[in-house]
């Protein structure tokens, strides 16, 4: 039983990144919220973040923050391999957590930071935020529904190009970076959610950046049910950042489903034309070939977010990310990561 709250809930960030910035952009938008501190390794940072963003609370580091008795909720904004040290930190402190993809650098260290949380009374939440986007939710509908039959297969493809390499914490192997950890992880979560089950088998084949990091890379997952999903996802490439959702009645086409507009996000229900020898077979007329379906939010994808964690809270509302999804999604990262090579001097996936 969660001790009963009010809002609006005060909100503490660790961290100042670009991340943390799109967050609290998203976050002033909620009316179920309000930022109160700030925790950086530098001062000044807090402190500029903070005149940017209006916070007049602490400003200070991160154990600054999780000392503050106006944070209801700790924001987890840093890089990969900080996320167990901190998380546990903040539970321990009373916090609740929302902290970024991926939850943690191993299945092992999701698995104690959701132990944690329970033995305290805590919500720990991951931030995968287009879980939260009501365009997820429509769609899952849509194939929960039968809208397009039995899914067979998944298509997914998360990349994007950077040439700036050096002091990228992406692509940082002691900090657990590179495409997988990055934005392959939307790939998996979306395949697991849209399955609706645990992979029985997959396979990845990489290409590594001199730094040790998997620079893109193309997986496969195998389910138990025979769904199969395949995706890209890389950090030196340009793809369509789509994803499709392939049944035997039909396909669902999503041309943004990682980060939803506000307003007209959109999916499409698509249907083939039948084969020829099909198609007299049939008594029924056919179905419209493409239907498209609009979504409007309301609302910033991230103060979507931070008003799904509020209902948790303060409506009793499930998790839009579940303890045992985000163990899932880590225990398949884990085992990609293994096939493709991805090695550290100063990190251990198992740690």
Partial sequence: ????????????????????????????????????????????????????????????????????????VVYIALPNTLHHEWTIKALRAGKHVLCEKPIAASAAQAEEMFDVAQRHGRVLV????????????????????????????????????????????????????????????????????????????????????QSGIDEFTVGTLAFPSGTLAGFTCGMGVHADNSAYICGTDGYIEIPVPWKPPRENATFTIARNTPPRMDQARSASPAPPPREMFHIDAGMDLYGIEAEAFASILLDGAAPFVSAQDSIGNM?????????????????????
């Fill in 126 to 209: 991951e931030a995968f935020m287009y879980r939260a986007h009501p365009l997820t939710q429509a769609v899952l509908k849509s194939v929960r529904n039968g809208a397009i039959g039995q899914v067979r297969m998944i298509r997914t493809s998360f990349c994007f190009r950077t040439g700036r390499t050096n002091g990228n914490i992406r692509f940082d192997p002691a900090l657990a970076g590179g495409s997988l950890m990055d934005i392959g992880c939307y790939c998996i979560s979306l395949s697991r959610l849209v399955a609706g089950e645990e992979p029985a088998a997959m396979h990845a084949t990489a290409s590594l950046h």
């Fill in 1 to 72: 039983m969660l001790p009963k709250m009010t809002a609006p809930l005060g909100w503490g960030i660790l961290g100042t990144g670009n991340i943390a910035r799109q967050f609290t952009a998203g976050l002033t938008a909620s009316p179920r919220a309000r930022l109160v501190a700030i925790g950086s390794r530098s001062a000044y940072s807090a402190r500029l973040f903070a005149a940017d963003h209006r916070v007049c609370g602490t400003q200070g580091d991160y154990d600054a923050v999780l000392a503050d008795r106006d944070v209801d």
């Fill in 331 to 351: 225990k398949v990262l884990d085992e990609l990561r293994r096939q493709v090579g991805v090695t550290t001097d100063n990190w251990q996936l198992t740690t």
